[in-house]
Each structure stands twice: as structure tokens, then as C-alpha cells.
């Protein structure tokens, strides 16, 4: 009880007290604040080791629980029943983030139920809860490709082309992707910006120089923005680095389809040829073929046609064209004979009987 002096509270005795507290030795005050201290850690060891002990029995429950729902949702998922299974992999991933801690993570179970989950939700085309699928897979695993591949992927299927081309290039500044960069060409491609589909693409085939088809596309879209230069040179610089013999064939393939595209056959020829040296394959022997016989070089035609029939003896484009070599030449018995053997394609079968007939009308 405080005594009143005056009207007034005694505040006497509680600045003795005060000044009681100021006088105590130093030593003394650094003494009890670190018994203090240690109380304290003391006491927190003893109430998590509790705490521990208490929630082991419960964390095993609880990771029971997400596993079998975890399980359940992928018979469902094998059945076809995705919302049922998203039903499960739900319950599992409330139950696996209940228990996910930096000691204890459950991050690859938690990746795993987000990609069902982004699937599944595509399945019965919710698509908006899809997407959040997606994003929670981009951010748990920011380095992986995939997940940012088919978010773009989903969004272009819903016409969204701006919001596509968005998370592909937000991942295309950090990292450098095959699969990115080729899906950001394309989508520019699709939309008539040439010039910078070209720029996609000389990176995704600066990644991966094997895919020569990505080579054809820088070739035929500088062609179409009237570069033939660069186009060739997209080719030739390519032949500099010395690939491998198999893609060095595709690469002179490709050359040669430009340049019988463009109109310039000898070119054509010579590519092709070059792909033929290293190994001769009866697609581009025919087309050899095809480009002599359209020049009027008959004998050089025979002979590409002739080692074509070599490997394939009832290649019917082979026999057509001899047959038209043959009827040129005069040789009209060799010509019917080689018509005959047109065999197994209904355009050149119905041209080969045409030709017979009007040779025989002839005759």
C-alpha cells in the first residue's frame, strides 16, 4: 500500500529502491543476466525435446496419411478419373506441406503431386487452376525447362500469346534452353516476325547443332525475307565446323531441297551430290535423277536411276522415269517394259498405263 503525503503519493521509498539497484556491483548485475540467459536456453531445450517427442509419433501419421492418398490418386489417375484423383493428390499435398520443414523437406514429394496436379487440372480443362500448378512448379524448381515449356504451351492453347511469350522469355534471361528458345521461334514464326524467329532460332541451333531441320528453317525463312545470301551461308558456315558424317548428309540434303527451291539446279546437284558421296540414299538419287532427266541429260538420269533400282529394285519412280527416258530415246519395248513394273503407287500406276497406251496408239 503506498502511503499518501500531502494529497500526494510517497514516491520516497521507490527511489530508494531505485537507487539500491543503481549501487549494485556491476559484477553482480552480469552475473544474474547470464544465469538468466542460460535458464532460458535451458528451458527452450527442454520444451522442444518435448516438442519432438511429442510430434514424431504425429509426423509419421500424418506422412502415412500423404502417401496413401498419394497412391490413391494415381490408381484414380491410371483410371482416367482425374478429378477424383485431384481430389487425392490435394489431400496428399496439405498432408506432405503440413510436415514439410528445412530438417525434414518434402520437396520432391510436393513437386511431384504439383505436376499431377497441373496435368490433371488440363485434363478436365480447369485450365486457371492449371496454371497455378505450373507457376508453383516454376517456382519450386526455377531452373527446370518443362514446366515453363507447357504453361506456355496452355497458354497458347487458350489464345493467350503475349502471357506465353512472357514466362518463356522471363526464363530465357537466366538460362539458356534448347526447347525455350525453339517454342519462342516458333510462336514468332507463326506470326510473321521473321527476322526475330530468325534470331530464336540461330540460338536454339547454336545449343544443339545436331537438329539440322532447325538449320532448313533459318535457310527458307531468311529466303523469305528475300536473304538467299545468308540463307546459303547459314548452310555453308555450318559445313566449315566439320560435323559429324550423318549430319553432315542431312545438312547437304537440305542444301540441295534449297537450292532446287530457288530454282538453281546445278547448285541442287552439286548438294546433293555431296550428301550421295557420303552415303547414297535412293530419296535424293531419284531427285538427282529427276533434275537430269527435267535438263534433258538422259544418260546421267539413267544412271542415278539405275542405282537406285540397285537398292531398291521395285521402286516404282525409278521404273516411271526410265520408262520416259527410254520413250525419249525411241526405245519403246524398254520403255512399256519399265512401265509394266510401276508397282504399288496409284498416281504413277495410272500415269504408267496412260503411257503404254499412247505408245501403243502410236505404234
Known sequence: ????????????????????????NKSDKRKRIVSIIWLVILLNGVLLSSLLAFTEDEITRIEWQAGKALQHGEQLWKQGKYQSAIDSFKFSLKKYKEID??????????????????????????????????KKRIALNPKKSIPVYKLAKLYLKLGKRNEAIKVLKQYDQLYDDYSIKKKLAEIYEKAKEDTTAIQYYEQAFALKNTKVSILEKIALLYHKIGNDTKAIKAYEDFIKTKPNELTLRKVYHNLGVFYKNIGKEDKAIEAFKSSLSLKFQKEDGLTVAQIYYEKGKYKEARDYLQQVLNIDPNNAPAHYYLGLIYRKEGKLTESISEFEKVKNNKQLEKNAKEQIKSIKESQ
Open 1 to 24: 500500500m503506498m502511503i499518501k503525503r500531502n494529497g500526494n503519493p510517497d514516491v520516497t521509498g521507490l527511489r530508494r529502491c531505485y537507487q539500491i539497484n543503481n549501487n549494485l
Open 101 to 134: 520443414t528445412p530438417e525434414l523437406p518434402k520437396t520432391q514429394r510436393i513437386n511431384q503431386l504439383y505436376t499431377y496436379l497441373s496435368i490433371a487440372y488440363e485434363k478436365v480443362e480447369n485450365y486457371e487452376q492449371a496454371i497455378e500448378m505450373y
